[in-house]
């Protein structure tokens, strides 16, 4: 998988990357979310791994992808879900601690259009085995994921 740290941009191995930080660092929380931006003649996804030191912040390592416009909101939203799952997956295969949350960029409030795929994606993701944080109960990865899109 390609990612990039937030801070260098440089390519990183994700899987020895993370050996490399959760062996300097006690208590480092793993901490997955995706957020797209749809534009005219394409979609942006940027997937965001956190590595969270709770009370110290993050280090934040990240991939973007560009691919056809997806111009219906709900199978977009549930890409977002589906590229987290992923990369969890792919990191509990490599032998990595398990993921703390999944955080998506869905709102729980009624009002806004992305909640109508809330019930959808919590069951996926808790169906898969992993704790999920959604819009404005703590999701800090997607919060990264929004600025990578944009």
């Known amino acids: 998988m390609d ?3 937030l801070v260098t941009n440089k390519q990183v191995d994700i899987v020895d990357y993370i050996k490399s930080y959760i062996s300097m660092y006690n208590n480092v929380e793993i901490l997955i979310g995706c957020d ?12 965001v ?3 969270y030191k709770p009370g110290n912040g993050a280090h934040v390592l990240y991939k973007r992808e560009k691919t056809e416009p997806e111009k219906v909101r709900q199978i977009r939203l549930m890409n977002e879900v589906w590229k987290s799952i992923e990369v969890a997956e792919f990191l509990k295969q490599a032998g990595l ?3 703390k949350y999944i955080d998506i960029d869905i709102n729980p409030d009624k009002r806004y259009k992305s909640n109508e795929v809330l019930t959808s994606a919590i069951g996926l993701i808790v169906g898969m085995g992993y704790e999920v944080r959604y819009k404005t109960f703590g999701a800090m990865a997607t919060f990264a994921a929004d600025t990578l899109v944009k």
């Open 3 to 5: 990612f990039k740290t």
């Open 49 to 51: 791994v956190a590595l």
């Open 36 to 47: 797209s931006q749809g534009y005219k003649d394409k979609t942006i996804y940027a997937t």
């Open 97 to 99: 601690p398990k993921v």
